[in-house]
């Protein structure tokens, strides 16, 4: 859509619509939502918008990449009751979430480097020796603990394949071997990181196929640029969230 339509210029929602690809429908519903302001009005009822909706529409598309629909809507919907202030903490709120994902970024990989493949000659390398199977192996509380993760986690982990413990013959217990607290390590930083359980599965079924953990190099280099695009996108999103600020005046 074009930047620059009169101020007080009427656009139909129509008009707005069509330079994004979107309904009039989706129109209505972001002016219901708090994300447009409200409209004007003709004789007959019909809505009519002005250049200061189309920078509303503009600025609220450019924050979606960045802060999600959620956030992006409640950023739009302050900023239209007059509460900039809290259209500015939302927006630092999504920047500290950007960095503390960051920072679990750099935990997965620094976890990984500590998770080589273990040899025979080198039993536990890379392990915490808190959670190093012995010759029995571990049961699910002492590596639920060290993992700060309830068992009722382990154990959705293990109806979701992430970890396949045996059972102890005598008792029942789950018997987490040494692969066993990998995956369960490799399953904790990943869902840290964001990724789902579905999407954690195959990895780790890659990593027991490879016998090792070079497959993950590519999830790593996916989410780091998904990490690159959301700080982008957030940029993008200032900029035109700015514009209509000055609108706005």
Known sequence: MERNPQNGKRLRPVDLARGH??????????????????????????????????????????????????????????????????????????????????RTLQAVENALRDLEPTTASEPGVGLDPAVVPGPGGTFIGPLAGKLGIRPATLRKWERAGLVRPRRDPLTGYRVYDEADVRDAR???????????????????????????????DAALCDWRGRLSARGQAMLTGAAELEAYLRERG
């Open 21 to 102: 690809g979107l309904s009039t429908q989706a129109i209505r519903n972001y002016e219901e939502a708090g994300i447009l302001p409200a409209a004007g009005r003709t004789p007959h009822g019909y809505r009519t918008y002005t250049s200061l909706h189309a920078g509303a529409l503009r600025a609220f598309l450019a924050l979606l990449p960045g802060h999600g629909h959620q956030t992006a809507t409640s950023i739009m919907r302050a900023v239209n009751e007059g509460a900039a202030e809290e259209a500015f903490r939302l927006i630092d709120e999504s920047h500290a979430q950007l960095l503390q994902d960051r």
């Open 186 to 216: 490799l399953a904790h930083q990943l869902r840290r990181g964001g990724y789902l359980l579905e999407q954690i599965a195959p990895l780790i079924a890659q990593v027991r196929a490879a016998g090792g953990l070079e497959p993950l």
